[in-house]
């Protein structure tokens, strides 16, 4: 017999027990984007590679080491989507959105793919939700973007995320900023660790963000950006404090944010929990104005995404909870199977999950099944409950029992479920 082939590195399979987290998230959140206007897309998983080069950033850690590249049939070089930016600005400006009229408000979800360092936190396979704003230029959709992602954590009920916020210039102040930055780190080079030095010339922002203790500690007068911003990006910046102040958004300003993508401008932000460690970034965005210019269109837009996973390990340390089936229900003869069956189906169609027995096992061998799955109240009909029209409740947090009227089990699940 030939061995067990397993997923590969940094990729892994959701199991039924984790994966309904995974759509608890993402339902709460979709109907929440939906109530602010965004529309669900879907985009492709494979681009073309020049895609996130132009658009995230030759420079990036992404774009350099993190990419699955590979060549298709026909010699054209492809790429598993790293993010979901590049490409919804991708399908803005192919699609002809901005024929909407005003903003595109638009969210996604689905896998990522980016070719790490696998630890708790961070896989080379994780899903995103998504959600971009593209069209406008103004603070406004900055301060609401950010308000409707608080919002969010409200009400998953994960308070304890903070936001973080920074600006990080545009094309007429960053140039000035950068040199001094980097006549900066030049004077201190040999106290970086290894990774900054290679950073100095190729990507000076990112060395803001070295979580190396010594660097962290040398880096701790660097200048920063939001001492450097131009009039506009001043006043950009101070709009969207404004909105968010106004929001009551609790929020906390970073200067040393600095974003591993390149396309960022204005407004970025990260929202953190300090108990996942390393990888403490729940969701994290920011503004992209120049992103669409990269990529042969001009369009503003701002946005964020949010890691499934790390949101997922944040809300099970809240007691999440799967919900269980409510009801088992059970026959005590082998002639009540078909009605046990036709009394699960009328459950389930008025809202409810049931658990019924398809392996015509005895009626002790079915509530021990239903024990097992912790399912609280067992229906039980057998021969006598059919003559009657009526069910045996059995309630296994207190472990009594009742005879009931058939229709009395509907209308008061019906009742409960309208609930
Ligand atoms: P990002 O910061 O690269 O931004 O990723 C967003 C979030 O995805 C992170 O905060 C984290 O929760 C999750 N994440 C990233 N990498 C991994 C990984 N290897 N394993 C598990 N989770 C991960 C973006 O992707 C931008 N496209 C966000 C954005 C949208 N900016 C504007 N619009």
């Not at 709460?28 to 080069?53: I, N």
Request: aromatic letters at 8%; a neutral charge.
């Amino acid at each position: 017999m030939s061995g067990l082939i397993k997923a590969i590195r940094g990729f892994s399979d959701v199991p039924p027990e984790e994966a309904w987290k995974y759509n608890y998230i993402e339902e709460l959140a979709r109907e929440h984007f939906q109530k602010y206007g965004y529309r669900e897309v879907r985009l492709p998983v494979v681009e073309a590679t020049e895609l996130f080069a132009r658009g995230i950033g030759t420079a990036t850690d992404i774009v350099e080491k993190e990419m699955y590249t590979f060549l298709d049939r026909n010699g054209q070089s492809l790429t598993l989507r790293p993010e979901g930016t590049a490409s919804a600005v991708r399908a803005y400006l192919e699609g002809g959105w901005k024929s909407w009229g005003g903003i595109a408000k638009i969210f996604y979800t689905g896998p990522m793919f980016r070719y790490e360092r696998p630890q708790k936190g961070r896989y080379r396979q994780f899903y995103q939700m998504g959600l971009e704003a593209i069209g406008a230029g103004h603070p406004e959709v900055d301060g609401e973007v950010v308000a409707l992602l608080h919002r969010l954590f409200l009400r998953l009920g994960v308070e304890d995320i903070t936001i973080l916020i920074n600006s990080l210039g545009c094309p007429v102040c960053r140039p000035s900023y950068r040199s001094e930055l980097v006549g900066f780190l030049q004077d201190l080079a040999e106290e970086l660790c290894s990774n900054c030095r290679k950073r100095i010339e190729k990507n000076p922002l990112r060395i803001l963000d070295c979580k190396v203790p010594t660097c962290r500690e040398n880096l701790s007068d660097v200048p920063v950006m939001i001492d450097h911003l131009c009039g506009e990006c001043s006043h950009h910046f101070e709009r969207v404090r404004y909105c968010l102040d106004g929001l009551d958004v609790p929020y906390a300003i970073d200067p040393k944010i600095v974003r591993g993508l390149d396309y960022y401008n204005r407004t970025a932000f990260e929202a953190i929990c300090g108990r996942l460690g390393s990888q403490n970034a729940v969701a994290a965005g920011g503004r992209y104005d120049g992103l669409a210019r990269e990529i042969g269109g001009d369009v503003p837009g701002i946005g964020f995404a949010m890691g499934i996973e790390r949101l997922r390990l944040v809300m099970e340390w809240k007691g999440l909870h799967i919900p269980l089936p409510e009801f088992y229900v059970a026959s005590a003869t082998e002639n009540a199977r078909l009605t046990a069956m036709t009394i699960a189906d009328k459950l389930r169609s008025m809202g409810s999950r049931v658990e019924t027995d398809l392996e015509t096992r005895s009626l002790k061998a079915q509530l021990r099944s239903a024990n097992r799955m912790n399912i609280r109240t067992v229906v039980i009909v057998g021969d006598d409950e059919i003559a009657k029209g009526t069910v045996i409740c059995k309630d296994f947090s207190n472990n009594t029992q009742q005879e009931i009227p058939l229709d009395e089990l509907f209308s008061k699940t019906a009742a409960v479920n309208r609930r």
